[in-house]
């Protein structure tokens, strides 16, 4: 959830059903297991799958877009507005369904089974389909992301990092302040994608801080209302910002010096990214649904999306089928490209898809640990970003998503 400037690489979470009572649940309600100890099961909270999957789709139709930016002015406008609050989205709601990760042996076998190894197979899988494709050269690392898998890198590495966020006394200008610094240091970049990593956490760390009460707030009739014109400045500012901007910046992949920019520049260039990425998250949020919805359902299957989709957009630039297929820069063809995309999006989010693609995307591995790791009974404990609890999934996530 991806793209130009994501070659090397949002996109990613449920709870009781707003029908009875409109309040955001508390984190790791699970649809079908227990939490911690021994709870009942709780029914998931539409509104957060909803916008898991409306986030979802953005990233697969930013990924078809970017190949058509070159020559329009107005898809590279629609384009960086969706990347400036897409992966910020993912990634908040990924801090907020992480408050409960405290390292309990069945969360660190959870994150194991359902961030670590899918990256090192998904991850190995990218690099065989490139390596097939349009780069025979190209090498397998698992400490230098490609594409879409650095968002797992950084799922793992925030998740492990909850227990130090929910004890420091200013989490998030800590966090702010960790993010500005990672930008203005060269050396932090290519392993394992430590800038996004690092410029990516105050979204996570906000995340940790939110409660149900500050999603009630954002869906409130007045935000909404304000919301919308909003939406409509900032991309008539981002149509603006085309011909003044690198969109790189969006992607928070490299530091200030990779722009060209002294520091004095970068650093308030990267605070108000941040700023403009939150308002936009806020809006978005503000507009997604909370009542149930055709698409709700298709949320617990968002990091199946954001890791499967990769393979799609990869391959139609291989091939050039942007080239080939000239009609898809005219008017229709933009919003044939954009329809197909939120299709796919669709697709692959959907319970037949989640079947074929489970045992790599959310495989069982209890061979890895010792009997005693989790606790009896305790199954698949713990937070996760394929079912709503956290990560690409759980928003986003993604949700898992991608970022892009």
Not at 225 to 245: E, F, K, Q
Request: glycine letters at 8%; proline letters at 9%; charged letters at 15%.
């Amino acid at each position: 959830m991806f793209h130009a400037g994501y070659e090397r690489s949002p996109l990613p979470p449920a709870r009781p059903d707003e029908a009875a009572r409109p309040v955001p649940p508390a984190p790791e309600a699970a649809p079908a297991a227990a939490r911690g100890g021994g709870g009942q099961a709780k029914q998931r909270d539409p509104y957060f799958d909803n916008a898991k999957f409306l986030a979802i789709v953005l990233v697969v139709i930013g990924h078809a877009w970017a190949p058509m930016t070159g020559d329009s002015r107005i898809m590279q406008a629609l384009y960086g507005f969706v990347y400036v609050f897409h992966m910020p989205a993912f990634v908040l709601i990924s801090g907020y369904f992480s408050r409960s990760f405290d390292m309990r042996p069945k969360q660190l076998k959870r994150l194991v089974t359902t961030v670590v190894v899918p990256y090192v197979v998904f991850e190995a899988a990218y690099t065989v389909f490139k390596r097939t494709g349009d780069a025979p050269e190209h090498a397998l690392s698992l400490l230098d992301p490609w594409f879409l898998t650095w968002f797992l890198v950084a799922l793992f590495v925030w998740r492990l990092t909850t227990p130090l966020w929910k004890a420091v006394r200013w989490p998030v200008p800590l966090s702010v302040a960790i993010a500005v610094m990672a930008s203005l240091s060269p050396q932090t970049g290519g392993d394992l994608s430590m800038q996004r990593v690092l410029q990516f956490l105050p979204f996570f760390v906000l995340g940790l801080r939110l409660r149900p009460e500050h999603f009630l707030l954002v869906r409130r009739r007045a935000v909404r209302l304000v919301a919308a014109p909003v939406a409509v400045a900032s991309l008539a500012v981002t149509y603006w910002a085309t011909t003044r901007m690198d969109f790189g910046w969006l992607y928070h992949q490299k530091s200030v010096q990779g722009f060209g920019v002294p520091w004095w520049i970068g650093a308030p260039m990267n605070l108000a990214l941040l700023c403009c990425s939150l308002v936009l998250t806020v809006c978005f949020l503000a507009w997604v649904p909370g009542r149930r919805t055709w698409f709700t359902a298709l949320g617990v299957g968002t990091l199946y999306a954001y890791l499967l989709h990769g393979f799609f957009a990869q391959w139609a630039r291989m091939h050039d089928w942007y080239d080939r297929l000239e009609w898809i820069y005219t008017p229709a063809g933009a919003i044939a490209v954009t329809a197909a995309a939120a299709v796919l999006g669709t697709v692959l989010c959907t319970a037949p898809v989640q079947r074929v693609f489970r045992p790599v995307v959310e495989p069982r591995v209890d061979w890895i640990f010792k009997p005693d790791a989790s606790p009896a009974g305790s199954g698949r404990g713990g937070p996760s970003p394929a079912d709503g609890r956290g990560g690409p999934d759980s928003g986003a996530k993604a949700g898992a998503a991608a970022s892009g």
